[in-house]
């Protein structure tokens, strides 16, 4: 084989990894930077930012998620026991968030945010499932293992 030869598979590689990358950088002066082509969103806003109040005392949670609420009839958390936590609940734009803390420190230990659609809660809350702040977890009933109760969010550290 020629020495042209050999490296033909390797310009072909590299021009197919151009040509395949080329898309992904729009220049600044390109058609989309003036307003020529209309820019596609690819996620909507959160109706509720819960990253945002994830680890501050639960007086910082009252303020960012409006005034308490009664907590939802029949409500009982498949993991914490009654009487053990203050517990508290907020109804921000349409969800039911229950905030667990301690009472003395006004340490807030978990976010509950309810609702049986996991998909739409982490849409509606801008929630991550791989966040470095906070762990993400799922909530199923006691007696329903299958059904989702809601999403739990735990502080890292």
Do not use: H, W
């Not at 930012?49 to 910082?60: K, L, Q, T, Y």
């Not at 308490?68 to 053990?84: E, I, K, M, N, Y």
């Not at 991550?128 to 890292?156: D, K, W």
């Amino acid at each position: 084989m020629s020495r042209p030869a050999k490296f033909l598979p390797l310009l072909l590689l590299a021009a197919a990894a151009q040509l395949a990358c080329s898309r992904a950088r729009e220049r600044a002066d390109g058609p989309a930077a003036r307003g020529l082509v209309p820019l596609t969103r690819t996620a909507a806003a959160p109706a509720v930012n819960m990253a945002a109040v994830v680890g501050r005392s639960i007086d910082e949670v009252r303020r960012q998620l409006g005034p308490a609420r009664a907590l939802p009839a029949g409500f009982q958390d498949p993991v914490r026991r009654s009487g053990t936590d203050s517990t508290l609940a907020f109804q921000p734009l349409g969800l039911t968030v229950v905030a667990s803390y301690d009472a003395r420190t006004r340490r807030v230990f978990d976010l509950l945010v309810l609702g049986n659609d996991e998909d739409a809660l982490m849409r509606r809350t801008g929630l991550l499932a791989e966040a470095p702040a906070y762990l993400l977890l799922p909530v199923f009933a006691l007696n329903r293992s299958t059904q989702l109760v809601g999403l739990r969010i735990v502080p890292r550290g």
